[in-house]
């Protein structure tokens, strides 16, 4: 059985202070949430204060992006994967649309990124997704499975137990228009497909595949009913905490 993930990507949002409140108001919401691994990603300031206030609780905190390079060293402005370790993170986001495209970061970085979140013992979630003129040309399998081959290549059997993907298309993030349930679980299930041959069928079967972009309190349960939808990476609904522990708590 895979476990669902329920992963909150806060972006460039809130301050330390205003990041601590709303990880304090959801850490009683969603206490009892056993059956799912919940995880809330803040901006780097935020990382440590946070987790520390959360220790013992059943949130995980990720970082947003990591630095491609694995070692410290003269690289200003980037934060290493083995900091956002050593800060509290288990795992860290790579990849994300709005990196790739305001950011120019390519499936290379993204391959280099992940390599070095497993390095420093992190687990990636890597995200993937066609543009909506990408869609409409036909391409998106194309281009989500070279974003997959690209960002994941070189990976070991074991390297696969700490990667998540995030299925999450450019068209639906931020925008309040989510996929329909059928048009997620179409792609995911191709994701597995594509993990199928180039990994192996139980690798594939193993993956957890999060779907991202619009998901709110009342369209969760629908995109949770797929059968190869395993969770999701939540944006703006993520900011506040009834609204996160809503979809956290999808099935209650
Ligand atoms: P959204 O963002 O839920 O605000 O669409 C999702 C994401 O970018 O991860």
Redesign the pocket.
């Known amino acids: 059985m895979r476990k669902v993930v329920i992963?909150g990507?806060w972006?460039m949002y809130k301050t330390v202070s205003e990041s601590v409140d709303t990880v304090l108001a959801l850490k009683p919401l969603v206490a009892n949430a056993n059956h799912c691994e919940v995880i809330i990603a803040p901006v780097f300031t935020a990382l440590k204060t946070v987790a520390d206030r959360i220790e013992g609780s059943n949130i995980r905190i990720a970082g947003q992006d990591c630095s491609t390079e694995v070692e410290e060293g003269a690289h200003t402005g980037e934060v290493a994967a083995f900091m956002l370790k050593d800060a509290g993170a288990s795992h860290v986001?790579i990849g994300?649309?709005?990196r790739r495209q305001f950011y120019s970061e390519t499936d290379l970085m993204v391959k280099k990124k992940c390599q070095a979140a497993l390095t420093a013992g992190l687990t990636a979630i890597v995200?993937v997704g066609e543009s909506l003129e990408q869609r409409d040309q036909g391409i998106a399998e194309n281009v989500v499975s070279g974003q997959l081959n690209g960002g994941l290549s070189g990976l070991t059997a074991s390297d696969l137990d700490r990667i998540i993907v995030?299925y999450?298309p450019v068209w639906?993030?931020?925008?309040?228009r989510?996929a329909t349930p059928e048009q997620a679980q179409e792609m995911h299930a191709f994701i597995r497909r594509v993990f199928a041959e180039r990994h192996s069928s139980g690798a594939a079967e193993a993956l957890r595949i999060l779907y991202?972009?619009?998901?709110?309190p009342d369209n969760i349960a629908g995109l949770m009913s797929q059968g190869d939808i395993d969770g999701?990476?939540?944006?703006?609904?993520?900011l506040k905490a009834d609204s996160f522990a809503q979809i956290v708590n999808y099935r209650s």
Request: a neutral charge; aromatic letters at 0%; one cysteine or more.
């Open positions: 992963a990507n972006k986001i994300h649309s709005e995200c995030a999450e639906a993030i931020g925008t309040g989510t991202g972009g619009s998901v709110k999701a990476l939540v944006g703006g609904a993520s």
